[in-house]
């Protein structure tokens, strides 16, 4: 649901929200009282009254500690944050996601929250969450908010076609997937649509379930891109089944995710693989009778595994209010909280006491399923990767588009993703 789009417009956000509520830090001392910042980039109406809603129950009980909202925008986030942090304008708690702190936390904007972190906040998160946001052995974000990757299936084509309906237990294989497509394409309908206008993230992140790491860190800390058995899987099924099989539509390789739905709910598309989050747009634009279901998406050698960038709270380095703005999130990210803020975004909370939450754990709308992935939700790949946005915009990112629609084969992919890409990485490791 995120995308870091690195356009002018950035710049210009930027700017606007410089000037419209990112002042210096420190504001208010004066009187003795602390206010801090906080940019959220809670985007849905219903996550945005939550946010607001907690600050406002904050800064109730702590008069001495206000909290001013600050609102952000994913689609300039990343452009948004250098310019602040540059300028020395960047607010004191920083919401982002994991896979976008990298920069950040190697350039020393961000505080390293180690001595900050109360214990039950810190033994509160599994170490799998933890380790999306640790970079060279420092903690600058804290994961709070999950999305797996789930299939979307039109629940009475579903059925009409006997297939084995798959569960959290007893999930398809990626080669029963493949079949099941197949079996499920008719008469002017795909067994499945992936919208693969922003490749890269789902292949390396499903690419988990087949033990495909792709990145591969040596006994000198430096990391290189190698494919072999387990990194061919996603790919090459999702190839086949574009150019083989023809069960997937050709059509929403260029698409993004929420384009997709009107051809889900008209019947072109059996199923579409999505982030979790996007359960709330079909129930919002789904039309009246429309019967879908939640499923786990294909297990490889390593079960379910798939990588997850959770999104995170973090602290800049240059806040005078580090402690104050850590009891903040300590607060923002009780477990009670966290439901609040995970129901409002769709998505699931990281903490396991919140993850527990019964309404979590209900086969309506598809929370069960979601809830059964977290144990198997591990870092994404590229997480700590330095050079990886420019090996992903200028290699991988090309070559995967070419690869699924048939314009190259399995060879020049690999080619293009290691030979090429283990250039790029090797001048940010020198």
């Avoid at 002042?23 to 959220?40: C, I, M, N, P, Y």
């Avoid at 569960?167 to 997937?177: A, H, N, Q």
């Avoid at 390593?302 to 997850?308: E, K, P, S």
């Avoid at 946005?389 to 080619?415: F, M």
Wanted: hydrophobic fraction near 40%; glycine fraction near 10%.
């Amino acid at each position: 649901m995120r995308a870091l789009v690195r356009t002018a417009a950035a710049a210009a956000t930027a700017l606007a929200l410089l000037l419209t509520g990112c002042g210096g830090h420190g504001d208010g001392e004066a009187d003795g009282k602390v206010t801090l910042r906080f940019q959220s980039l809670a985007w849905q109406k219903e996550s945005v009254d939550i946010n607001k809603q907690l600050v406002k129950e904050w800064n109730a009980a702590h008069p001495d500690i206000r909290v001013e909202y600050v609102q952000g925008s994913w689609d300039s986030v990343h452009d948004q944050l250098l310019t602040s942090f540059e300028g020395g304008e960047a607010p004191d708690i920083i919401h982002d996601a994991s896979d976008d702190l990298a920069d950040f936390a190697y350039g020393g904007y961000l505080a390293d929250l180690r001595p900050l972190l109360p214990k039950g906040l810190t033994d509160g998160i599994p170490r799998n969450s933890w380790e999306t946001a640790t970079f060279d052995g420092g903690v600058y974000g804290v994961p709070f908010l999950q999305e797996p990757r789930v299939l979307i299936a039109n629940t009475k084509l579903l059925k009409a076609s006997g297939v084995r309906i798959p569960t959290p237990e007893k999930p398809w294989s990626w080669t029963e997937f493949r079949q099941v497509t197949k079996e499920l394409t008719g008469e002017g309908r795909y067994g499945v649509a992936w919208p693969l206008k922003e490749p890269v993230s789902v292949t390396l992140n499903l690419g988990l379930s087949a033990g495909g790491e792709l990145f591969h860190r040596g006994a000198d800390g430096k990391v290189a891109v190698a494919m072999g058995e387990g990194e061919q899987v996603v790919p090459d099924t999702i190839h086949d089944q574009v150019n083989t099989d023809h069960s997937a539509a050709r059509t929403a390789l260029g698409m993004g995710g929420g384009d997709t739905l009107p051809g889900f709910f008209g019947g072109k598309y059996a199923m579409v693989p999505l982030g979790f989050s996007y359960r709330q747009q079909i129930v919002e634009q789904a039309p009246k009778g429309f019967e879908w279901t939640v499923l786990p998406a294909p297990a490889g050698r390593d079960g379910l595994a798939q990588g997850v960038s959770p999104q995170t709270l973090s602290v800049a380095e240059d806040s005078p209010h580090k402690k104050e703005a850590v009891e903040f999130i300590d607060f923002l990210l009780r477990p009670a909280n966290m439901v609040r803020l995970a129901k409002g975004d769709w998505m699931l909370p990281t903490g396991t006491e919140a993850l527990a939450d019964p309404s979590l754990h209900t086969a309506d709308r598809g929370w069960a399923t979601g809830a059964a992935l977290a144990a198997s939700l591990r870092s994404a790949p590229a997480q700590s990767v330095r050079g990886y946005p420019e090996w992903k915009d200028k290699v991988a990112t090309p070559a995967l588009q070419e690869y699924y629609s048939g314009a190259i084969d399995a060879a020049e992919l690999k080619k293009r993703l290691v030979t090429d890409g283990n250039r790029v990485l090797a001048r940010y490791q020198r």
